[in-house]
């Protein structure tokens, strides 16, 4: 069974610091997302990252995965209020068929 | 081009109810997943459809069941309610473009009560 662990499981931070969320397994996915989710509302997409070693930017958010696509991090530069919310990574098995697996998430709290 | 829409928003029911949820898929999309969310669990996946046939299914009771109609809509079923089905259950649409990106597009889920 393929299993995401995430961490930290919960972060409060003031506004202006930096943060890292990390995302990992024991298996190798063929990608990884991460979804940002707030009360109240669905997930949304925020980025997709397939290949090993690969680098995303989105404005303050990078995202990295792994060399060996086991595992991934977002890290948030300059955190503010509007960054808050529950940070979701979920991974694309490799084999044909097997759904979309989601770590528990790590809830983010930003306050000015 | 509009959302996943997913319907009704809040639900309370009584144990040993059952229950439907719809969800109508962003124009375009051909396959509906449904993940149940709580606190403890996270998000978990419940099946897959895909061209009204269900292609993947998660661990989950036979109580819960699923269908998808020609024009991609999908509705969910929990039979015999238990109070642990309290949940937000959302649905996701995909292009499904092949497994390397399979990126889903949520609804705002329905919030359900069982009392």
């Known amino acids: 069974t393929q299993l995401l662990e995430q961490s930290p499981q919960f972060l409060s931070i003031q506004e202006g610091e930096n943060l890292t969320v990390y995302c990992n397994s024991s298996?190798?996915?063929?990608?990884l997302q991460w979804y940002r989710q707030e009360p109240g509302e669905g997930p949304v997409l925020l980025v997709t990252v397939v290949t090993g070693g690969e680098v995303k930017k989105l404005k303050r958010l990078t995202f990295q995965f792994g060399d060996a696509r086991k595992d991934s991090s977002l890290h948030i530069t300059a955190a503010q209020p509007g960054d808050t919310g529950l940070y979701l990574c979920a991974g694309v098995g490799r084999q044909a068929g097997t759904a979309l697996i989601f770590g528990k998430g790590t809830t983010l709290s930003v306050s000015s | 081009k509009a959302g996943v829409t997913q319907t009704p928003r809040y639900l309370i029911k009584t144990r040993g109810q059952q229950v439907t949820l719809s969800c109508s898929p962003i124009?375009?999309?051909?396959?509906v997943s449904w993940y149940q969310q709580t606190p403890g669990q996270g998000l978990q996946f419940l099946f897959e459809?895909?061209?009204?046939?269900?292609?993947n299914k998660g661990n989950f009771p036979g109580r819960f069941s699923g269908r998808q109609f020609s024009n991609s809509r999908s509705e969910m079923n929990v039979s015999t309610l238990e109070l642990g089905d309290s949940a937000l259950y959302l649905c996701?649409?995909?292009?499904?473009?092949?497994?390397?990106?399979?990126?889903?597009?949520f609804g705002p889920g329905t919030r359900l009560t069982v009392t």
């Open positions: 996701a649409s995909s292009l499904d473009r092949g497994r390397t990106s399979y990126e889903q597009y």
């Open positions: 459809y895909f061209s009204e046939t269900q292609r």
């Open positions: 298996s190798v996915f063929s990608s």
């Open positions: 124009s375009g999309h051909r396959s």
